[in-house]
């Protein structure tokens, strides 16, 4: 699979509102506050999920 394969694997893993909100901030590159607009919440509810999401993410390439 390869480390991108592994990494969409794990991202499909995601609860969907933090894999959203990742793939968002880190493939599309959008900034916080225009996610929070498109999804109508805050951007503290953005980073929360962006950062919850990454942390999943770090903590199940490492066990792989």
């Given amino acids: 699979l ?5 990494v969409a694997d794990l ?9 959203a ?3 968002a901030r880190v ?5 916080y506050g ?3 607009r498109s999804i109508g919440c805050s951007e ?5 999920r962006v950062s919850r999401g990454l942390a999943r993410l770090r903590a199940r ?3 792989r």
């Avoid at 390869?2 to 592994?6: K, P």
């Avoid at 991202?11 to 894999?19: A, F, K, N, T, Y």
């Avoid at 493939?27 to 900034?31: L, P, S, V, Y």
């Fill in 44 to 48: 503290m509810v953005v980073r929360k």
């Fill in 21 to 23: 909100a990742v793939c």
């Fill in 2 to 6: 390869g480390r991108a394969g592994a």
């Fill in 27 to 31: 493939i599309d590159e959008r900034e």
């Fill in 61 to 63: 390439l490492a066990t």
């Fill in 11 to 19: 991202l499909s893993e995601l609860p969907v509102q933090e894999r």
């Fill in 34 to 36: 225009e996610i929070a």
